[in-house]
């Protein structure tokens, strides 16, 4: 039940799915600004509604801070990046998860051979952009600002999408480049290909 949870999923759990979990829940508190003008962005409020967090396929970095040049993008976009500590993806992790976003192919295989029963809300995160624009928003549930509103419009927003993916693979192109290592460029444009995507997220649950 309450709230919508998803979660996001990568290899060391520093840079790709920390970047996911903390501009996804930006985009929420910014939506819910947008419905109530003049009001603070509460993110404890966001949180009731739709709860953003990640898991890393391996635990090399398990309770490390994110990846500074990562850090940087999510406060350059208005994020917080604060209080953030890396971890292995679990089983139990995946049956809280209403939607499961990986960075890569191999990662979606990865949480669908742990959890098949996840397999249906479970997609590479350019994959499930992709399947956004072909979901019919007349036919989800009444939105509202209501947590039981919005997880029952987020449940029937997954299953259209699962639908519309009709059991096609991903493609390569859904697959987020990994930026560690590299320098703010490659983390800019990967930020920017996650914000592509959780932000039709967020307004497709709060419209």
Request: aromatic share 4%; proline share 8%; net charge negative.
């Amino acid at each position: 039940m309450p709230p919508f949870t998803v979660l996001h999923v990568c290899m060391g759990n520093i840079c790709r799915s920390p970047m996911a979990e903390r501009l996804l829940a930006l985009a929420v508190r910014e939506r819910l600004a947008r419905r109530s003008p003049g009001a603070p962005a509460d993110a404890e409020a966001a949180d009731r509604l739709v709860h953003s967090h990640s898991a890393g396929t391996g635990g090399w970095h398990a309770g490390e801070e994110m990846n500074p040049p990562a850090a940087r993008q999510v406060r350059a976009r208005g994020g917080d990046a604060e209080n953030f500590a890396a971890r292995k993806l679990r089983s139990e992790h995946i049956d809280a998860a209403d939607l499961v976003l990986t960075a890569t192919a191999d990662q979606q295989e990865y949480v669908v051979a742990l959890r098949p029963d996840a397999a249906g809300r479970t997609f590479v995160l350019g994959e499930f952009g992709r399947l956004l624009g072909a979901v019919d928003a007349a036919g989800l549930p009444p939105a509202g600002d209501a947590p039981e509103t919005v997880y029952a419009r987020g449940v029937a927003l997954v299953a259209a999408a699962h639908a519309a993916r009709g059991g096609a693979a991903p493609l390569p192109s859904d697959d987020l480049d990994d930026p560690w290592g590299r320098g703010d460029q490659c983390f800019s444009r990967v930020a920017d290909e996650i914000e592509d995507v959780v932000r039709p997220l967020a307004a497709a649950l709060l419209p």
